[in-house]
Nanobody
Framework: QLVESGGGAVQSGGSLRLSCTAS????????LTWFRQRPGQEREGVAG???????IYSDSARGRFTISRDNVKTTLNLEMNSLTPDDTATYYC???????????????????WGQGTQVTVSS
């Protein structure tokens, strides 16, 4: 199970920190990724981290967002800075067993999903 928190409303240029708390699976062995779905658009991968801590970012997230994991607390985080209205979306965390050995932004491979948390950025 994955449960997201930390979403909310913020003005353009602001920051938010999303968290995702996991339970029921061997967290440290899993790849974890943040996805988002903007209004009227398909879901997209934003940032991913594998079991070894290697990370991957989408072009829009690179340099502004930072993904991290805490295997002791079984928590995934996403620090988001310099937010713009284009970042307005429902953000989801997802997990899959790390059998590939690298992080992924491809949603079709993930089999555990959270319920989502809304982020709204106003101009």
């Amino acid at each position: 199970q994955l449960v997201e928190s930390g979403g909310g409303a913020v003005q353009s240029g602001g920051s938010l920190r999303l968290s995702c708390t996991a339970s029921g699976f061997y967290f440290s062995r899993y790849c974890l990724t943040w996805f988002r779905q903007r209004p009227g658009q398909e879901r997209e991968g934003v940032a991913g981290i594998d079991s070894q801590g290697h990370t991957i970012y989408s072009d829009s997230a690179r340099g502004r967002f930072t993904i991290s994991r805490d295997n002791v607390k079984t928590t995934l985080n996403l620090e988001m800075n310099s937010l713009t209205p284009d970042d307005t979306a429902t953000y989801y965390c997802a997990a899959m067993e790390d059998y590939r050995g690298h992080p992924s932004l491809s949603g079709g491979q993930f089999d555990i999903w959270g319920q989502g948390t809304q982020v709204t950025v106003s101009s």
